[in-house]
Nanobody, 121 residues
Framework: QVQLVESGGGLVQAGGSLRLSCAAS????????MGWYRQAPGKQRELVAT???????NYADSVKGRFTISRDNAKNTVSLQMNSLKPEDTAVYYC???????????????WGQGTQVTVSS
C-alpha cells in the first residue's frame, strides 16, 4: 500500500508561481510512473504532467513551457513547479503514482487527496 501526501497548494495572482509536492510512503519500491492531474469545477479530470521512472516527461499542451515536473527517487517525492499561472489553471490538483503488480502488464494506481490551486485575475 502507498500513501500520498500533497502540499503547496494555495491562492496566487495571475502570473505568479506555486510549487506542489507529493511524498509517497509505504510500498514505494514498486512505484513506476508518477504524475499530476487536475480537475476544475464542472469539468473532467485531466492529465497535467507525468514522469517515468527513467525521467522521461510528458505535459499537457496547455501547460507546456510553464510547468515542470520532477522527481526524487531517493526521497520518493514528485514535484510540480508552476510558473506564469493563469486563472484557467484553477483546479484541484491530484498526485498519482503507478505501481507495478506481481505480473508483467499488471499495474495499480494510487491517488492523493488533492490540493486546491486558485489563480485570481
Amino acid at each position: 500500500q502507498v500513501q500520498l501526501v500533497e502540499s503547496g497548494g494555495g491562492l496566487v495572482q495571475a502570473g505568479g508561481s506555486l510549487r506542489l509536492s507529493c511524498a509517497a510512503s509505504g510500498s514505494t519500491f514498486s512505484i513506476n510512473a508518477m504524475g499530476w492531474y487536475r480537475q476544475a469545477p464542472g469539468k473532467q479530470r485531466e492529465l497535467v504532467a507525468t514522469i517515468s521512472s527513467g525521467g522521461t516527461t510528458n505535459y499537457a499542451d496547455s501547460v507546456k513551457g510553464r510547468f515542470t515536473i520532477s522527481r526524487d527517487n531517493a526521497k520518493n517525492t514528485v514535484s510540480l513547479q508552476m510558473n506564469s499561472l493563469k486563472p484557467e489553471d484553477t483546479a484541484v490538483y491530484y498526485c498519482k503514482v503507478v505501481r507495478q503488480g506481481l505480473y508483467p502488464g499488471v499495474t495499480y494506481d494510487n491517488w492523493g487527496q488533492g490540493t486546491q490551486v486558485t489563480v485570481s485575475s
